[in-house]
C-alpha cells in the first residue's frame, strides 16, 4: 500500500500519472470511476496511436501505389509494353533501381528502427575492440606525452543522439547562463529595461539559421587559427542564442513582477541587494523562470536539428540530412525513425524539466 | 513602570493638547500627500497633525478612502511625503527602516520558507550580531508567543491564513521596533480568528509595549485595543476630525471591556462620528 502510494506520486510527479492507473488494473484494486479514468487515459490514447498506425499504413500504400503507377504508365508511354512490363516486375522484386521512393510505411520503419540497433551494436563491438587493442598502445604513448588514438569510425545512430543531446545541453546551458542574470538585472532596472527592450524585441524573432550564420561568422575568425573542428562551438552557441529569449523575458518579468508585499517586506527589513535578490526577488520568480527554461529547452530541441544540419555538425540533424541525400533503399524510413526518436527526446525533456520545475517551485499547483 | 507614565501624562499634557517632546514617539507634523492622477493633483492628506506616546496604541478609524493606508504607509518610509514631516523620537524618517515594523492586511509571508524563516528574515536582519542559536531562540519565542509552536518549519504556503498572519505577527515583535504599524491586519479573517489574533495581539504587546498604530475597519477592535482612537474625516484634504481616549485599564479582557458601562459611550461616540 505504502510501495503503491509512493508510486502514485511520483509517477503523477513527473506527468505521467496514468502509469499508475495501469498499475491499479493489474494488482485489482480498481473501482468503476478508476475505471473510465482508466479507459480515458491509457484505452484511448492507445486506440488513437492504432488509428493512427492505421492511417499511416494506408497513406503510405496509396503513395506507393501512386508512384508505382505512374512509373508503369511513363515506362509504358515512353518505351512501349515491354518496359512497362519489366518495370513492373523490378517494382514487383523491390530492386532498389526502380522502387518507388515516398512515404514508407510503419513496418518498413521499424525494420530500419531494428538495422538502426543492429548497425549501432556492431560498431558498438567494434570500438570495443579497438579500444582493447590500442589500451597498451594509447597507455605507452600518454606516458610519452603523446595524444591518444582515438577511434574514427563511423558513427551509429545512438552515438548520434548522444551528440544531439550534448549539443542541446551545452546550447541550453549556455541560454540559461547568459538569459538568467541578464534577465534578473532587467528586471531589477527599469534603465535597463529601456535599454535592452529594442535588443530584445528585435533579435528574439530572427530564425535560427540567421543566428547560426552570424555565430558562423564570428567563431570562425576566432577560431581561425585553431585546426580544431569548430562545428561543435558553432552549433551549440547558435542552439543557445536562439532559445534564450523565452528565458530572458520571462526571468525579466518574473523578476519585475514580484508581488509589492515581499518588496515592502524587504523594504522595511533593509535587506541588502543580494539578500534581497536571493532570499526575495529570485525565489518568487523562480516558477516563471523555469517556465522560460521550459519553452528555451523545447525551442533549444527543435531549432538544434536544423542547425547540425547547416553546421555538418554531428547529430539527429546531420543524420536526417545524410540520410536524404544517400537516398538508399531505406533512407526514407531512418529519417522517420529519426523523426519518431527526436519527438520522443523532445517528450522526455519537456517531462524532465516539469519534474525539476515541481521539485524546486513553492508554487504547487500544476505547472503545464 | 506604566503607572508612573500614566500619572506623569495626566500632569504634562499642556493646555494646547501637545505632548512634550521627551514623550512623543511619533510625530506627524502638517503632512501633506498628493496623487499625480490624470485630472490633475489628488490632495489625499493636508495639514494632518498627530503625535503619538511612547508606549501607546492608537487606531485609526476613517471611511474607506479617506486616506488611512497612504498615512501608514508614509509613516513606514514605503511611501514617499509631499510636505509636512514625520519625525521618530524627535529624529526625522528617511525611508523604510525596521525601527518601524509593519503587518500588512495580507500576512505577506514568504511563501517559500518555513514559519521560522520568514521570522528569522528579519532577526538575523536586525541582530546581526547575535549568534545564530540566539537568533532562533528570539524567532522561536515570538512564534510561541502566538500560539505557532508546533509550526516552526511548516512551510508558510501550507498555513491558514490565520496562522500566516500569526507569523506576521511574531515576524513583526521579533525585529523590537520602536514603532509597529499595523494596516487592517485582520480585515481578511473571520470573526472568529480575529477575535483569536486580537487577543495574542494585545497579550504581546502588553509584554512588549511596543508603540502600536493601527487601522481598523471594525470599531469594536478599535476600542478593544486602543488607548486613544484618531478618527480621521472624509477625503480629500483628509485630517484628523477628532479623538477619542479610551480609559479602561490594562490588561483588558473582552468580557470586562464589553461589560463597562463606558463601553457604549465610546461606541456610540465613534458610530456618530463615522455617520456624519
Ligand atoms: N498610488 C496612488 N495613486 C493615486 N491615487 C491613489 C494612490 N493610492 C491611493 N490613492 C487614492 O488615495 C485615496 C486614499 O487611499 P488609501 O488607500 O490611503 O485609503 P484608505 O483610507 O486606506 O482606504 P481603505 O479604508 O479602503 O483601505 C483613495 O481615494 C485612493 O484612490
Ligand atoms: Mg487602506
Known amino acids: ?368 | 513602570m506604566s503607572t508612573i507614565i500614566e500619572q506623569n501624562q495626566s500632569n504634562i499634557i499642556t493646555d494646547n493638547g501637545l505632548f512634550p517632546s521627551n514623550e512623543v514617539m511619533l510625530d506627524l507634523k502638517n503632512l501633506k500627500k498628493v496623487y499625480p492622477t490624470p485630472k490633475g493633483d489628488y490632495v489625499v492628506l493636508e495639514d494632518l497633525n498627530l503625535q503619538i506616546r511612547k508606549e501607546e496604541f492608537v487606531t485609526i478609524i476613517g471611511h474607506s478612502g479617506c486616506g488611512k493606508t497612504t498615512m501608514l504607509s508614509m509613516i513606514a518610509g514605503l511611501n514617499p511625503i509631499s510636505g509636512g514631516r514625520i519625525s521618530v523620537l524627535g529624529k526625522q524618517i528617511k525611508g523604510p527602516g525596521p525601527d518601524r515594523g509593519v503587518i500588512f492586511q495580507a500576512p505577506s509571508l514568504m511563501p517559500w520558507m518555513t514559519a521560522l524563516q520568514n521570522v528569522l528574515l528579519g532577526v538575523n536582519q536586525v541582530f546581526p550580531h547575535a549568534t545564530k542559536a540566539q537568533r532562533n531562540d528570539i524567532a522561536k519565542y515570538y512564534l510561541q508567543k502566538v500560539g505557532l509552536e508546533d509550526a516552526f518549519n511548516k512551510r508558510a504556503s501550507d498555513l491558514s491564513q490565520g496562522m500566516q498572519q500569526r507569523v506576521g505577527i511574531a515576524r513583526a515583535f521579533a525585529i523590537k521596533p520602536k514603532v509597529l504599524l499595523l494596516d487592517e491586519p485582520f480585515g481578511m479573517l473571520d470573526s472568529l480568528t480575529r477575535g483569536e489574533l486580537q487577543d495574542i495581539l494585545i497579550e504581546i504587546w502588553n509584554k512588549e509595549k511596543i508603540t502600536a498604530v493601527m487601522i481598523t475597519h471594525d470599531v469594536d477592535e478599535a476600542i478593544f485595543l486602543a488607548d486613544r482612537v484618531v478618527m480621521m474625516t472624509s477625503g480629500p484634504k483628509a485630517k484628523i476630525g477628532d479623538i477619542l481616549d479610551i480609559e479602561f485599564e490594562r490588561p483588558r479582557t473582552r468580557k470586562s471591556v464589553l461589560e463597562h458601562d463606558d463601553y457604549y459611550k465610546y461606541r456610540k461616540h465613534l458610530i456618530d462620528f463615522l455617520e456624519h
Open chain 1, 1 to 368: 500500500m505504502k510501495q503503491s502510494l509512493t508510486l502514485g506520486k511520483v509517477t503523477k510527479f513527473i506527468g505521467l500519472g496514468f502509469l499508475s492507473t495501469i498499475k491499479d488494473l493489474f494488482t485489482g484494486n480498481i473501482d468503476k470511476e478508476d475505471f473510465k479514468t482508466l479507459l480515458r487515459k491509457t484505452i484511448v490514447p492507445l486506440a488513437s496511436i492504432l488509428l493512427f498506425i492505421g492511417l499511416w499504413h494506408m497513406g503510405a500504400k496509396a503513395l506507393y501505389n501512386k508512384e508505382a503507377d505512374f512509373k508503369i504508365e511513363k515506362a509504358l508511354t515512353d518505351q512501349g509494353q515491354a518496359a512497362a512490363d519489366a518495370m513492373e516486375a523490378c517494382i514487383a522484386s523491390g530492386d532498389v533501381s526502380c522502387k518507388p521512393n515516398t512515404l514508407p510505411s510503419p513496418s518498413q520503419v521499424w525494420d530500419s528502427y531494428k538495422s538502426l540497433l543492429r548497425d549501432h551494436n556492431i560498431i558498438a563491438a567494434d570500438k570495443a575492440a579497438f579500444k582493447e587493442k590500442t589500451a597498451a598502445l594509447n597507455e605507452k604513448r600518454v606516458a610519452d606525452g603523446l595524444d591518444e588514438i582515438t577511434y574514427t569510425g563511423r558513427p551509429s545512430f545512438v552515438d548520434q543522439i548522444f551528440r544531439s543531446l550534448k549539443t542541446v545541453f551545452a546550447g541550453f546551458l549556455l541560454a540559461l547562463l547568459i538569459a538568467v542574470p541578464l534577465g534578473i538585472f532587467i528586471g531589477l532596472s527599469p534603465t535597463l529595461k529601456s535599454a535592452f527592450n529594442w535588443f530584445i524585441q528585435i533579435f528574439k524573432p530572427v530564425s535560427p539559421v540567421v543566428w547560426y550564420l552570424l555565430v558562423f561568422m564570428i567563431v570562425k575568425t576566432l577560431l581561425i587559427d585553431s585546426n580544431e573542428d569548430s562545428s561543435f562551438t558553432i552549433s551549440f552557441i547558435s542552439v543557445g542564442l536562439c532559445s534564450m529569449w523565452a528565458t530572458l523575458v520571462n526571468t525579466a518579468m518574473g523578476v519585475s513582477s514580484v508581488d509589492k508585499d515581499y518588496i515592502n517586506v524587504a523594504k522595511v527589513l533593509k535587506l541588502g541587494s543580494f539578500q534581497k535578490i536571493f532570499k526575495v526577488v529570485l525565489p518568487s520568480s523562480l516558477p516563471l523562470i523555469f517556465t522560460g527554461l521550459k519553452i528555451t529547452l523545447s525551442v533549444a530541441w527543435m531549432v538544434l536539428i536544423a542547425i547540425e544540419l547547416l553546421a555538418q555538425s554531428p547529430g539527429l540533424g546531420l543524420f536526417v540530412w545524410e540520410e536524404f541525400q544517400n537516398g538508399a533503399n531505406d533512407s526514407n524510413a531512418k529519417i522517420i525513425v529519426a523523426m519518431f526518436v527526436i519527438g520522443i527526446i523532445g517528450f522526455l525533456l519537456d517531462r524532465l524539466m516539469l519534474t525539476i520545475q515541481n521539485w524546486v517551485s513553492f508554487d504547487k499547483t500544476d505547472a503545464i
